[in-house]
């Protein structure tokens, strides 16, 4: 990418959730067809100086690219071009890849409790040797499922391509509510003993991990004796 690429413009081509139709690239614009997909990627383009990104809400914008390694500083502004409105509906995935839904963490809120860690049966998360909790494996998020982000102690996943507020990355106004709201939802989701429940998610989990294990080691197996052949 050029020097002289400062704005980075958003499509949100995935699901059509953000509104940046009057923003043409040109030579000091970059226009992106998704950025969370960028992000899963890895692409490299996101390590630009830019001075403005136009794309869904700042806490999710800055969530993605602290994820991605690139925070941004606080010299950027983030245009909130979020709509949610009639005429974006989902456009469906991007280059036969799957969806990229998947979460970031907004590290501003996040206590490394672990409950997403203990809850999410993909293994979408790990423990960093740091204590601090991240995504690593965004792909194996099932898609359309805010779960975790449900039942965060301290709201602090955030899912961009979400409609739910502020699982979507807006900003809480109103601390006392969404509490209040994860403390229904942790007993919808989770019953009256949490650590039960907890539990025995980690226990499904490795049993799924192993599972997937064993299916790849068969999956070598049958290649090395030439059965793809």
């Known amino acids: 990418m ?19 139709d009057g923003i043409a690239g040109g ?9 969370c ?11 630009g100086a830019f001075s403005e990104v136009h794309a869904c809400h700042p ?8 994820f991605a390694g690139h925070p941004l500083p606080d010299t950027t502004q983030v245009i909130d071009c979020r709509c949610d409105g009639a005429g974006h509906a ?12 998947y979460p970031v963490i907004d590290y501003d809120r996040c206590s490394s409790c672990g409950q997403c860690l203990e809850f999410c049966l993909f293994g979408v998360y790990e423990k960093a040797p740091d204590g ?16 975790c982000a449900r039942i965060c102690p301290e709201a602090a996943i955030i899912f961009p ?16 509510a969404v509490r209040a709201n994860i403390r229904v939802n942790v007993d919808e989701i989770l019953g009256d003993d949490v650590y039960a429940a907890l539990r025995a998610r980690k226990q499904k989990r490795k049993a799924l991990l192993n599972r997937k294990k064993i299916e790849r080691a068969l999956e070598e197996r049958r290649k090395c004796s030439g059965g793809d052949q």
């Open 59 to 66: 806490r999710a914008v800055q969530s993605l690219f602290r």
């Open 90 to 101: 989902a456009l469906g995935t991007m280059e036969d890849k799957p969806p990229a839904w």
């Open 27 to 35: 030579e000091s614009v970059l226009v992106i067809p998704d950025l």
């Open 37 to 47: 997909r960028a992000v899963a990627d890895g692409d490299p383009m996101l390590g």
């Open 2 to 20: 050029s020097a002289n690429k400062s704005i980075l413009v958003c499509r949100c081509a995935e699901r059509g959730l953000v509104d940046t």
């Open 161 to 176: 391509k979400s409609v739910e507020v502020p699982i979507n990355g807006a900003e809480i106004d109103d601390e006392a």
């Open 132 to 147: 601090r909790i991240r995504v690593v494996n965004p792909d194996q998020c099932k898609n359309n499922c805010p779960a």
